[in-house]
C-alpha cells in the first residue's frame, strides 16, 4: 500500500501527533522507571509540554466542529511554545561552562511538600544544576534536544492546523 498526499489529512496527522506525543511519554517513563534516570525540573515540564500536545491532537481526532479545529490547534500552539521554551533553556543549560551552570537545589518533592507553589514553578520554569547533566544523548543530541526537535515540528504542524482552521473559517463565510 503506497502512502498518498489524499491520506495526510488533518485528522490522520493529528492521530500521528497524538501517538508521538504517546511515544514521547512512553520514553520518558521507560528512561525514568527502567533505565533509573530521575528527571529533573525541565525535564517535568517539556513532559507537561508533550502531554499539552497530545491533549489537542487528540481532541482534533475525535471532534470535527470548527470551534474543535480551533481549540486544538491553539492548545497544541501553546503547548509546542511551552516545550519550545523549556527545552531550549534546557539545552541551554547543559551548553553552559560548568562553572556557570546554576547551583543544584533540593528535589522536587522536597520543594513541592515544604515551598508555595509559585516559587516551586519558577524553580520548574528556570530549572537548576541537576538539568545540566546530560546523561544520555542519540545521534549526539541529548534528550533535551531531541524534545526541541519534535516541539518545532509539533509547532510547525499546530501552525498548519491553524491556517486550516482560518481557511475553512473564512471559505464558509463566502
Not at 24 to 29: H, M, N, R, V
Not at 91 to 108: E, K, R
Not at 162 to 171: I, T
Amino acid at each position: 500500500m503506497a502512502l498518498s498526499l489524499s491520506m495526510v489529512t488533518p485528522r490522520n496527522l493529528a492521530l500521528v501527533v497524538f501517538l508521538s506525543c504517546v511515544g514521547l511519554l512512553g520514553s520518558a517513563y521507560y528512561f525514568e522507571y527502567v533505565m533509573f534516570l530521575d528527571p529533573c525540573p525541565l525535564c517535568i515540564m517539556q513532559r507537561i509540554a508533550v502531554l499539552i500536545v497530545g491533549i489537542g491532537a487528540l481532541g482534533a481526532v475525535f471532534w470535527h466542529s470548527k470551534f474543535a479545529a480551533w481549540t486544538g490547534s491553539i492548545v497544541m500552539t501553546l503547548g509546542s511554545a511551552l516545550g519550545i521554551f523549556v527545552a531550549g533553556r534546557h539545552v541551554w543549560i547543559q551548553s553552559l561552562p560548568a562553572d556557570q551552570v546554576p547551583t543544584c537545589g533540593p528535589s522536587l518533592d522536597y520543594m513541592v511538600d515544604t515551598l508555595p507553589w509559585a516559587d516551586v514553578l519558577a524553580v520548574m520554569l528556570r530549572g537548576n544544576g541537576n538539568c545540566a547533566e546530560g546523561v544520555w544523548s542519540f545521534l549526539g543530541l541529548s534528550m533535551p534536544a531531541w524534545v526541541l526537535v519534535w516541539m518545532i515540528g509539533f509547532g510547525l504542524i499546530s501552525a498548519y492546523f491553524l491556517v486550516m482552521a482560518y481557511r475553512a473559517k473564512h471559505d464558509s463565510e463566502r
